[in-house]
DNA sequence: CAGCTGACGCCAT
DNA sequence: TATGGCGCCAGCT
């Protein structure tokens, strides 16, 4: 694992409980504004046991990503009920309110 | 060393 | 609003 790997994992750490950041900040705040894409990768690539909260990364659009359907319940994902169990209100299309709920620096 | 891939982002249609 | 295409970067083969 390189060190962007590293930071990634510290930083998605240390979001608060029921608040989101979205792959394109983390990517920035750990050092390359453009690598949103490897911190999907990083998140995808941390073994499962460990206490990350991983479900507080969304995109850019406030949407989740990565979708696992959950049993007996088809169009909701883990990450969503993970989240609301948080206390983040999903809107019908899907799509949280980003302003209300991504962290800022 | 040279592709290939992906839990993304942005812009054009 | 919804798609689609292309750029990006780190890890893997």
């Not at 046991?49 to 479900?55: A, K, S, V």
């Given at each position: 694992m390189g060190d962007f790997f590293k930071r990634v994992h510290v930083i998605v750490a240390g979001i608060p409980r029921g608040s989101v950041m979205t792959y394109g900040q983390i990517a920035s705040i750990a050092g390359?504004?453009?690598a949103s894409r490897a911190v999907g990768y990083a998140l995808r690539a941390t073994p499962s046991?460990?206490?990350?909260?991983?479900?507080r990364v969304v995109n850019s659009k406030g949407r989740i990503s990565f979708r696992e359907t959950l049993q007996g319940d088809d169009d909701r994902s883990l990450q969503r009920v993970l989240l609301e169990g948080e206390g983040v209100v999903f809107r019908g299309s899907g799509s949280i309110d980003l302003g209300k709920y991504q962290v800022s620096f």
């Open positions: 390359n504004p453009r046991g460990t206490e990350l909260p991983w479900h």
